[in-house]
């Protein structure tokens, strides 16, 4: 059993910043492609921002030049660097890891359980 863990949210006024951290734990033999989504009230969830295994890197163009994700794939970590926060990020972020449990296993999704962040104008 693969579990992602999500650290971090909070309440922020705008114009300031918060770093998400998500830990991947429990039968892992390895892990592709990790992702931030978020969701806000009401609304579907979306992609923030993905790396690869390999460290390729892509973001939706609402958070570019203001969020940076990276991870450490010795510890099973991937980080969301928030900075500039507008109200309009407001939702819960959720991680998402791409995960083989094993060797024999196929590569399965798993999502964390979320985490809230609130920016206030």
């Known amino acids: 059993q693969v579990q992602l863990v999500e650290s971090g949210g909070g309440l922020v006024q705008a114009g300031g910043s918060l770093r998400l951290s998500c830990v991947a734990s429990g039968s892992i033999f390895s892990i592709s492609d990790m992702h931030w989504y978020l969701q806000p009230p009401g609304n579907q969830r979306e992609l923030v921002a993905g790396?690869?295994?390999?460290?390729?890197?892509n973001y939706a163009d609402s958070v570019k030049g203001r969020f940076t994700i990276s991870r450490d794939n010795a510890k099973n970590t991937v980080y969301l660097q928030m900075n500039s926060l507008k109200p309009e990020d407001t939702a819960i972020y959720y991680c998402?890891?791409?995960?083989?449990?094993?060797?024999?296993?196929?590569?399965?999704?798993?999502w964390g359980q979320g985490t809230q962040v609130a920016v206030s104008s």
């Open positions: 790396i690869s295994s390999g460290g390729v890197i």
């Open positions: 998402h890891a791409v995960v083989r449990p094993r060797l024999v296993d196929p590569y399965s999704p798993v």
